[in-house]
């Protein structure tokens, strides 16, 4: 199904691989695109709204449109075959089409797909293949066959640290925001919603440094509407947030490929050694 702004880290992350950064500002206004004399594109923000220079980390945490499709229409050396490529890497082997409008997540991927993308965002950039299966045990007890998952490096974690700290904005500030004063889930999180036209599809994918969730809430046929309000921070971030905090509430640990994990809603991700923070101006965005 189609993604929708779920798909939004893969443009904001070509982005900073390309020397912008979480301040980078672009004008939050209609951007008209001709493909020739009979066909335009006019893409809106989810509310029709517009506004004036608008940062980067401002543009994902709101899930502003018009600011996506401009890093990838707008900035220098930014361009749909780049974010296709950063979404391959990521192991979305859905067909994603190099259009202008990649911006705007159009080109269908599965859940299983965007959820394990996710976890390798959260996870420092190293991607852990998705398995269900860890081994095979006879009656006796006996193990007939193990199980690991494929394990690789996609992404430096420089840039990964950056992007995760621009979608904990998300969550802070922006439209995963209830997730901090409805559900009262106060633990280190970042995540994305997600919507696509005429609401057929509402997403959040979401993760802590050790659990991702994917949800997607949808009808069978596409061409059937959830509801005129039904957004991914009304339809699916309910069920997310649910399951994350009763995770935490309740669970003391799990185990994942015969270790115990010990669940810790404090636990942060820690700051790796080629990140540097400096102080920046609040109205020019200029150190």
């Known amino acids: ?51 004036l220079l608008t940062t980067l980390r401002e543009g994902l945490k709101r899930s502003l449109n018009l600011i996506s499709v ?48 996710y976890s390798a965002i959260s996870n420092e950039g190293i991607y852990v293949e998705p398995i269900a299966i860890t081994r095979i045990e006879d009656r006796h007890g006996s193990i007939i066959k193990e199980f690991v998952p494929k394990i690789n490096e996609v992404k430096n974690n420089d840039i990964i640290y950056i992007l995760r700290d621009m979608m904990k904005s998300v969550i802070d500030e922006g439209t995963g925001g209830s997730i901090r004063w409805k559900y009262k889930f106060s633990g280190p999180l970042a995540g994305k919603t997600g919507t696509t036209n005429s609401k057929a599809d509402a997403w959040f994918v979401g993760f802590t440094p050790q659990i991702t969730i994917g949800v997607w809430v949808g009808l069978d046929d596409p061409a059937v509407s959830l509801g005129e309000k039904q957004f991914g921070s009304v ?19 799990y185990s994942y490929l015969n270790k115990r994990i010990i669940l810790d809603d404090k636990l942060d991700w820690k700051v790796p050694p080629g990140i ?5 101006c609040k109205q020019t965005y200029n150190l």
């Open 276 to 280: 540097e923070k400096v102080s920046v």
């Open 70 to 117: 401009r890093v990838v229409n707008q900035l220098e050396k930014v361009n749909p075959f780049d974010v296709a490529s950063n979404a391959k890497q990521f192991n979305i082997k859905s067909s994603i089409q190099a259009y202008p409008s990649i911006a705007l997540g159009v080109s269908e991927v599965t859940l299983k797909e965007i959820a394990a993308a």
């Open 1 to 51: 199904r189609q993604p929708g702004s779920v798909f939004k880290p893969f443009i904001y992350l070509t982005a900073l691989e390309k020397g912008y950064n979480a301040v980078t500002q672009l004008l939050n206004q209609p951007l008209i695109h001709f493909f020739d004399d009979t066909l335009m594109w006019n893409p809106q923000n989810h509310d029709g709204s517009t506004g």
């Open 235 to 253: 339809a699916a971030l309910p069920i997310f947030a649910n399951s994350i905090k009763k995770i935490y509430d309740q669970a003391k640990d």
